[in-house]
């Protein structure tokens, strides 16, 4: 499989096939294809699959596209202003990404619901309780809001970060929650109660335009009814 990233704000990733190869995606994914490209689908593992699916934000059921009878062409586009990350998963690299940020990948590749270990990192930490795991072996591509900015984090090195500009870590990362400081702070300050700390060692993906922000920011200028 060979890959293209085309586009922005919106862009789309243009995956080229050789004949046989499959790819995987979210449901509505797909922007265009080749006519020789034949969908399936399916559950993509059972209930199990499906019910780790729907928890992580992601569609109940999967969609798998396979050229026929020669190479084929397909492109899957984003759904919000931003970026196509692409990341080569393999067993000894494993990402853990914020929900709803799969968008496709090779068939060699295993999406799972990921728990946060410290309650107070899921429910306080802007990322949720419950992210995406992927495994495997492949190529992934994720959804990333705005643009991303990218860190190499050593062991015992930390970043602090606002609510959801996380958009990815590698599995060996961890992360925490801390309070602001400061009662003024927290109260005036308008970054909110809390921030996350994500922990080497590993690579971290921030994004610059979580979609709640954006959708925040669009509030003000829409209409309101009556």
């Given at each position: ?164 500009y ?26 909110g109660?809390?921030?996350?700390r ?29």
């Open positions: 499989m060979q890959y293209q990233i085309k586009g922005t704000p919106f862009p789309v990733v243009v995956c080229r096939l050789n004949a046989g190869e499959t790819m995987a995606c979210q449901k509505g994914a797909m922007a265009w294809m080749s006519p020789n490209m034949q969908m399936a689908t399916n559950a993509g593992g059972g209930i199990g699959k499906m019910l780790s699916r729907a928890i992580s934000g992601e569609s109940i059921f999967q969609n798998n596209y396979t050229a026929q009878g020669g190479p084929g062409e397909i492109s899957f586009a984003s759904t919000v202003p931003g970026q196509i990350l692409a990341v080569e998963i393999s067993p000894s690299k494993t990402i853990v990404a914020q929900k709803s940020a799969y968008l496709a990948s090779e068939m060699g590749v295993k999406l799972e619901i990921f728990f946060q270990k410290k309650l107070g990192a899921g429910f306080f930490g802007g990322e949720g309780f419950i992210m995406q795991k992927l495994s495997g072996n492949g190529m992934a591509f994720l959804e990333i809001d705005g643009s991303v900015v990218e860190y190499d984090l050593a062991k015992g090195e930390s970043m602090v970060v606002d609510t959801g996380l958009a990815a870590m590698d599995a060996t990362c961890s992360i925490d929650i801390e309070t602001v400081s400061g009662i003024g702070n927290a109260l005036f300050g308008g970054e109660l809390f921030n996350t994500v922990s080497g060692p590993g690579h971290v993906w921030l994004q610059t335009l979580p979609i709640s922000s954006l959708a925040g920011a669009l509030i003000p200028y829409i209409p309101s009814k009556g």
